[in-house]
Structure formats: structure tokens, C-alpha cells
């Protein structure tokens, strides 16, 4: 059965989705911005202070579902311009250590939600 998972730790869904759906023992985390919980106020001082919001974001909807960073699966990683994808990856390898690091693309698109530069989305197992 299909279980939807929350977190005031993140910010919370602005339109028909949720955080995150926990089903068959995996974890498919929906794709997150820098937009901080408790002020909901996006951050967007430079790509390195964006890209850890986006992945504390993503930690805490994890931690929520009963998963965590050493249990994602697979990343995908939207980013406005490869330009960024250096100091973004630095980032990215922050939380993601090699021994458990997960299977990744990287895609360059035209536009994300609010104008960000980057967001992530994750599967985990439980």
C-alpha cells in the first residue's frame, strides 16, 4: 500500500504532490529547490549555498520516510546551466560519498520552478 510522507523539515508541497510516496519498500522522493522550511524563503546567495539547501531538504523528507542519504538508490539532478555543474557536484559530493553513492543523471533544462538553478529528486529504499 501506498504511504505519503510529510515533514515540516522540508517545504511543503505548493501544489498536487507530496514530499515523498513510500511504496514497496522504496522511497521516490519528490524534486526539491533551495526554498528553506521555516521561512519558505528561497536561497539563492551563490550555487554552493543553494545546492546544500536543496540537499537538506532532501535529507530531512528521507529521514522522514525512514531512509537517509546512504540509502539513495538513484539522484536525477536538473540544473539550469552546466556552467554550474562543477560547484554544484562539489556539493553533491558533500552528502553522497563514493562507498554509498548513488546512480545519477545530470540534465541541463531551460527553466526550473521559481527560476531556481538546480533541483534534485531521489529513490531510496527503507
Known sequence: MKQLVNTPHAPLPIGPYNQAVAFNGLL??????????????????????????VLQNLKAILEAGGSSLEKVLKSTVFIKNMELFGRI???????????FAPARETVQVSALPK????????I???
Not at 35 to 50: H, M, Q, R, S, Y
Not at 89 to 99: D, I, L, Q, S, T
Not at 115 to 122: P, R
Open 124 to 126: 531510496a529504499s527503507i
Open 89 to 99: 557536484n562539489a556539493v553533491y559530493g558533500e552528502y553522497f560519498k563514493p562507498e
Open 28 to 53: 521516490y522522493v519528490s524534486g526539491q529547490i533551495a526554498l528553506d522550511p521555516a521561512t519558505g524563503e528561497l536561497v539563492l546567495d551563490n550555487i554552493e549555498a543553494e545546492t546544500h539547501r
Open 115 to 122: 527560476y531556481v538553478n538546480v533541483e534534485i529528486s531521489v
